[in-house]
């Protein structure tokens, strides 16, 4: 489906990688898919563009020039571009890569390559929503934003309203209900949810229990811009605009 691509790490064999959850030629600003622990282990590499890992299931491990360190369940494995690490585990392990380009607009990405983990207890609470920011630029991260969120039962976003970046959802257990303009998603764990910039969309929490996900957003906006470009669907014809060049003029 073009918005909401479901997955099951289940059913992929010790070191095999999924086909493309979301793919280079999308122009999305990363790539995602889901690879899973054992086969054969690569070297430690480095490459040009930012990579992370959200672990799934199991343990897996980080080896870099600062280490190993073991990531489990819900953690973050971020690694900058041009820095030497690799990512393993075992056959019961399994994560979702995430491949970034850094944003021109950004500062070049620094620190070293880490294990994020998930702190409940520093959550920021949004009516239904509490969530909290693993990466972004202030974490050294040119490339997105990734919050770690959980939507209680009757949370939601604001009303109908479009971006300036590429947003995903990373539906990792529950079900969430997304209203892509008029049409309606109930995607649930394991889904993806791409909304490309310009898409009107909102979400909620219809069900009985809570709904937990990963939202990227990329690339992160800059402080001080606007987040949610509220908009309104009206249930008539659209009408030919009759002054779009004062308009577009006034707007120059």
């Known amino acids: ?6 997955f099951d790490p289940d059913l992929l064999a010790a070191g095999e990688a999924s086909a493309w959850l979301l793919a280079p030629d999308e122009d999305a600003g990363c790539t995602i898919r889901v690879c899973k622990g054992g086969g054969t282990k690569s070297g430690s590499i480095a490459e040009p563009f930012e990579r992370f890992a959200l672990i799934l299931a199991g343990e897996a491990t980080l080896r870099s020039a600062a280490g190993t360190t073991t990531a489990r369940q819900d953690d973050l494995i971020f690694v900058p571009a041009h820095q030497s690490a690799s990512v393993s585990g075992t056959a019961s392990t399994a994560w979702i890569e995430i491949c970034a380009t850094v944003d021109g607009s950004s500062a070049t990405t620094k620190g070293a390559c880490r294990v994020v983990k998930v702190d409940e207890s520093k959550f920021s609470v949004i009516g239904g929503l509490a969530y909290l920011s693993l990466i972004d630029r202030d974490c050294g ?7 770690f969120a959980k939507l209680q039962p009757d ?16 539906i990792l257990e529950g079900e969430e209900t997304v209203d892509i303009g008029r049409k309606r998603f109930r995607p649930s764990g394991y889904s993806l949810v791409y909304l490309p910039a310009g898409i009107v969309h909102r979400q909620f929490n219809a069900s009985k229990k809570p709904v937990k996900l990963a939202t990227l957003l990329v690339p992160e906006p800059q402080r001080g811009e606007i987040f949610d470009f509220a ?8 009408e030919v605009m009759t002054q779009a060049q004062a308009q577009a003029a006034a707007q120059a």
């Open 155 to 170: 949370g939601a976003s604001p009303d109908f309203h479009i971006h300036q970046f590429n947003q995903i959802y990373l």
């Open 1 to 6: 489906m073009r918005y909401v691509r479901p």
């Open 141 to 147: 991260s040119g490339s997105l934003r990734m919050n």
């Open 231 to 238: 908009v309104t669907i009206h249930d008539r014809e659209g």
